[in-house]
């Protein structure tokens, strides 16, 4: 059929009105979308009993645990005083350093701004000051009770020591005895620098009395253990050997071993890690850039390689 003018005239305006309504809902919607935010933020304030700010904030991370309490041997040594003074360093991080030794610390470098005597004031530093070889196990466990981390840095040369027998007594025999009374205490990571090429099965004295370390530790089975085995040192006074890996080695600076041994410390311990892992050059320098400490410009993987 033929629909006439008045048909047509109606169809028109049923499309017409039909358009406008649906744009109508399409507005309204869109309206009460864009509003929801604003309409909760209305009701918060009107019916509930809390912050509206708090109540649409991102939640509390999860609260961070006390400060810890470290003990330290070797703690007068290059490495030493640098660990010594990044930790004093790091007020929010840590609570107590004990230090075991046959002298006081009387110095620690300029770049960690430690005041020792007021440290000792405060209580946060504390020295015990005793020949190593008369401290008993005893001594060590009381010192060691609730402390959460026992680092070793206590380290010598043959040169040094005076001989083969000497240097194996400082370098294993003493911190050994010291570390096992802290495992026995309870003390849950243990910390130690050892050395690139440390093997209990070496030619060399030096690489296999290191080695004999690591492995006597291990078989300690602390909850942690990190072996630290930095290349060739960046010593004030370095050891003929070190002179002569430093031809073939960019020395890595004392301060980086030591920052990253207080960053390792603390990582674990906020994150409960645990496990025995040996760390490396590459290893200590990211440690140390991931405590934004200062240090010295890091040498590439070429420069380090022998």
């Not at 290059?78 to 609570?95: F, N, S």
């Not at 110095?107 to 008369?134: C, F, M, N, T, W």
């Not at 072996?227 to 980086?256: A, M």
């Not at 200590?284 to 010295?296: N, T």
Request: charged share 20%.
């Amino acid at each position: 059929c033929v629909a006439t003018p008045r048909a047509k005239l109606h169809y028109c305006n049923f499309s017409t009105l039909f358009l406008v309504f649906h744009r109508s809902i399409v507005i309204l919607h869109q309206t009460v979308c864009a509003a929801t935010p604003l309409l909760n933020f209305l009701f918060v304030c009107c019916f509930c009993e809390v912050d509206p700010i708090m109540a649409t904030s991102e939640p509390d991370a999860p609260p961070l645990p006390p400060p810890m309490k470290v003990i330290v041997i070797g703690g007068t040594g290059e490495i030493g005083r640098c660990l010594v003074g990044a930790l004093l360093h790091a007020k929010e991080r840590i609570e107590v350093v004990t230090l075991i030794g046959r002298r006081k610390l009387e110095i620690v470098p300029e770049q960690y701004k430690v005041d020792l005597a007021a440290e000792e004031a405060s209580g946060r530093l504390k020295q015990h000051v005793q020949d190593l070889d008369a401290i008993t196990e005893d001594t060590v466990k009381e010192l060691s009770a609730g402390y959460q981390v026992f680092f070793n840095t206590l380290g010598s040369t043959r040169r040094q020591a005076g001989s083969a027998e000497a240097f194996r007594h400082i370098d294993l025999e003493i911190p050994l005895k010291l570390i096992r009374a802290a495992r026995e205490a309870g003390v849950p990571h243990c910390s130690v620098v050892s050395s690139l090429g440390a093997d209990q099965n070496s030619w060399f004295l030096y690489m296999k009395t290191k080695g004999e370390i690591e492995e006597a530790v291990r078989q300690l089975h602390f909850p942690i253990t990190t072996i630290f085995r930095p290349g060739v040192l960046g010593r004030t006074n370095p050891s003929l050997g070190e002179r002569f890996g430093g031809i073939f080695q960019t020395p890595i600076p004392v301060s980086v071993v030591g920052e990253a041994m207080v960053q390792d410390a603390y990582t674990c311990y906020t994150k409960q890690q645990e496990g025995f892992k040996i760390l490396r050059n590459d290893e200590i320098y990211r440690l140390c850039e991931a405590a934004k400490a200062p240090r010295q410009d890091k040498p590439t993987d070429e420069q380090q390689s022998t």
